[in-house]
């Protein structure tokens, strides 16, 4: 099994900043991808941003220049740098992996169990 633990959450002002992070645990092998995605009230979830083990990164257009994601792979952990935060970046944020287990050698998908961005105006 594998665990994601996010922290970072909390409540900031439009035009503050926070930062996500996110640990992968457990029986990992390698990890192939690691990403950020947010659901608010009443919409759906939404990609917010990945990375892949070569380093690529990936945004979704209302978060480009403002939004930075990280990756430290000797900690299987994964930061979400947020700048400028705007009241519509409000939202659960949860933590994404997709891993090689060590064990089964199985690609395997895993969700954390997200953590709350409330941003005021």
């Known amino acids: 099994q594998v665990q994601l633990v996010e922290s970072g959450g909390g409540l900031v002002q439009a035009g503050g900043s926070l930062t996500l992070s996110c640990v992968a645990s457990g029986r990992i092998f390698s990890i192939n991808a690691m990403a950020w995605h947010r659901q608010a009230p009443g919409k759906q979830r939404e990609l917010v941003a990945s990375i892949f083990s070569a380093g690529i990164t990936n945004y979704a257009d209302s978060v480009k220049g403002r939004f930075t994601i990280s990756r430290d792979n000797a900690k299987n952990t994964v930061l979400l740098q947020m700048n400028s935060l705007k009241p519509e970046d409000t939202a659960v944020y949860y933590c994404?992996?997709?891993?090689?287990?060590?064990?089964?050698?199985?690609?395997?998908?895993?969700w954390g169990k997200g953590t709350l961005v409330t941003v005021s105006s």
């Open positions: 994404y992996t997709l891993l090689r287990e060590r064990a089964s050698g199985k690609s395997m998908e895993y």
